[in-house]
């Protein structure tokens, strides 16, 4: 490959594009000053559960604020929070030459179709990353769960054929499907549990040790389930528990989830949904692009889905409370107490 874009360099985008970088690939970053400075200072370091820990120095950093528009990148990754979708492939749209691939690497259903709608000469491919990235300091990106990216597309795709080898380099799988519609349903419904998260104001981990919390949890998938069967929309599997188990397994007393969870509570001590900094600093949350969905997906069924829509509220309202929910005021917030 002579070239990927990351669009967006924050932690998806930085760790990624880290990796593609280490397995030699020329990578141009373009990203906001705070953490661009950041990496002028002191270059990228990726570490992960695993026990990975590369470094790429500052000078070998390509650093753009702006996609340069002389590049003519294999493969561009888009990396934003969903709210900045539209105006990054605007962006792109103007700077890039007509059909260059680009793989959305976001959270949620719609931003692949969002992008393609702002900038319909590019090639845009939906994407999915399973794991959790977290920016533990300045210029330092730490993988805190597993797993493979998936996106939509086959071998067939030059661009993404030759990104797929170059990550599997660095230690990375990258799955193409047809179809990627049922693991974004399917990474949706796990999702589900950031604005939980969130809410809690607790590390992932301590979070999920409380059965309160679990419970609500389960009942937002329970809710997203009914309507993906009603919508005859399949949900990929992206746990070692078919979703509709998983829902029995999150139910359960605590010392028996501890036993039956433990690979899923494999999660650094540390790990929390990005949500939670998005409440912390007064960011606009991802909430529409997971509830939301849920939500919408109701009302094209004409039918409604109150206990997504009440969190989504919840999420909205926190610069009016900002004081983390206890699972019983959690539960009586969705009204399951
Ligand atoms: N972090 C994770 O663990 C994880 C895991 C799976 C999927 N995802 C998904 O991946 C996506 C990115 O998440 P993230 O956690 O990496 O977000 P992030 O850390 O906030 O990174 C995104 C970065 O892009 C910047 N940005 C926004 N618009 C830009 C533009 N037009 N030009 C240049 N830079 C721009 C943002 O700056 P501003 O903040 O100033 O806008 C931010 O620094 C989300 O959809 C998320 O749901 C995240």
């Given amino acids: ?53 590369r470094r790429i120095p500052a000078l070998d950093l390509r650093l753009h604020e702006e996609p340069p528009t002389s590049l003519r990148p294999d493969l561009v990754l888009l990396c934003v929070k969903s709210g900045a979708t539209v105006e990054a492939a605007a962006t792109l ?21 969002a992008a393609r709608e702002a900038a319909p000469q590019l090639h845009w491919h939906a994407g999915m990353v399973p794991f959790n990235v977290a920016e533990i300091s300045p210029g330092h990106y730490h993988r805190g769960t597993g797993g ?38 399917g990474k949706l419904l796990l999702n589900l549990n950031n604005p939980v998260n969130a809410l809690s104001g ?5 979070e999920l040790l409380q059965r309160g919390y679990r419970r609500v949890l389960a009942a937002l998938q329970q809710e997203a389930l009914e309507l993906l069967d009603a919508a ?39 790990a929390r949904s990005s949500m939670a900094d998005d409440l912390a600093q007064g960011r ?38 900002r004081r983390p929910y206890s699972p019983a005021e959690l539960l009586k917030a969705i009204g399951l107490s």
């Fill in 1 to 53: 490959m002579t070239g990927v874009l990351v669009m967006g360099a924050g932690s998806v985008g930085c760790f990624i594009g880290g990796l593609t970088q280490l397995a030699g690939v020329p990578v141009h970053f373009v990203g906001r000053p705070r953490v661009l400075g950041a990496l002028r200072k002191q270059g990228l370091r990726l570490t992960d559960q695993d026990g990975l820990d």
């Fill in 93 to 113: 749209g103007l700077t890039l030459p007509l059909g260059t691939p680009v793989v959305s690497l976001q959270n949620g259903i719609s931003n692949a179709s």
């Fill in 148 to 185: 493979a990216l998936a996106a939509e597309g086959s071998a067939e795709d030059l661009a993404l054929a030759a990104w797929q080898a170059a990550l599997a380099r660095s230690g990375m799988g990258l799955q193409l499907h047809a179809d990627l519609a049922p693991v974004q349903w």
């Fill in 202 to 206: 607790l590390p992932l981990r301590d």
């Fill in 232 to 270: 005859h929309r399949p949900v990929a599997q992206l746990t070692p528990l078919p979703p509709r188990r998983l829902l029995m397994l999150l139910r359960m007393p605590t010392p028996l989830f501890r036993l039956a969870a433990a690979r899923m509570l494999r999660i650094d001590a540390k």
């Fill in 284 to 321: 606009i949350t991802e909430v529409d692009a997971l509830c939301g969905e849920i939500v919408r997906l109701a009302h094209g069924l004409g039918r409604g889905a109150p206990l997504n829509q009440r969190m989504q509220a919840l999420v909205q309202a926190w610069p009016k409370r």
